[in-house]
Each structure stands twice: as C-alpha cells, then as structure tokens.
C-alpha cells in the first residue's frame, strides 16, 4: 500500500495550489480518503474527507469554501485543491486512506509573502 502526494510549494496569500495524492496497493475506488494536516508546534487535525465514490465530502470549518476535495477512481488520485491561502493554511499535508489503515509522506505547503 503506497500513497504520494505531490503539488505543494510556497504560494502567497490569496493563491492557489492543488495537492494529488496517488495511491497504489489497494483498490482504490472502494475505499474513503481524507486530508489531514499539521502545523508547525501543532497536533495533526483532518482538513477533509470524501466517501469511496466521491458523492459525499466533509471540510473542517477553517476550509470551507476554500478548499475541494475530489477523486478520480480511475486514476486512483484524490485531490485537495486549496483557494484563497491563508498564512494560517501553512503545514505539512498528508492524504490517507484511514480504514485500510495507510498514510503518505507529507508534503509541505507554505503561504508566506
């Protein structure tokens, strides 16, 4: 079992940037993903969720509205893209898949002008 994020980086207040996730292992399409991240000094909290088929998804009440999670089962990819980055956003972003139980690496996002 094997998940890869990619897509993080610095970005200025106000921008944008889209996290993948690649999975590998396990079927996929038949599992729910979720986002965590951790900032720096901080515990590790879950940012967002989405159910195997994509229809149902939960955000953490700093997101919404900002960020949207989505899936392709076809391409075993789930995605965090990120809008309208706050300081506050910056942290290291793992994808999960959390009743197999599986976690990526981490992969840092830092918002900073």
């Known amino acids: 079992v094997r998940l890869v994020e990619s897509g993080g980086g610095l970005v200025q207040p106000g921008g944008s940037l889209r996290l993948s996730c690649v999975a590998s292992?396990?079927?996929?399409?038949?599992?729910?993903m979720r986002w965590y991240r951790q900032a720096p000094g901080k515990e590790r909290v879950l940012v967002a969720a989405?159910?195997?088929?994509?229809?149902?998804?939960y955000f953490e009440d700093s997101t919404k509205g900002r960020f949207i999670m989505s899936r392709e089962n076809g391409k075993k990819t789930v995605y965090l893209q990120k809008n309208s980055l706050k300081p506050e956003d910056t942290a290291v972003y793992y994808c999960?898949?959390?009743?197999?139980?599986?976690w990526g690496q981490g992969i840092q996002v830092t918002v900073s002008s």
């Open positions: 999960t898949a959390p009743t197999i139980p599986a």
């Open positions: 292992g396990f079927t996929f399409s038949w599992y729910p």
């Open positions: 989405i159910d195997s088929s994509g229809s149902n998804r």
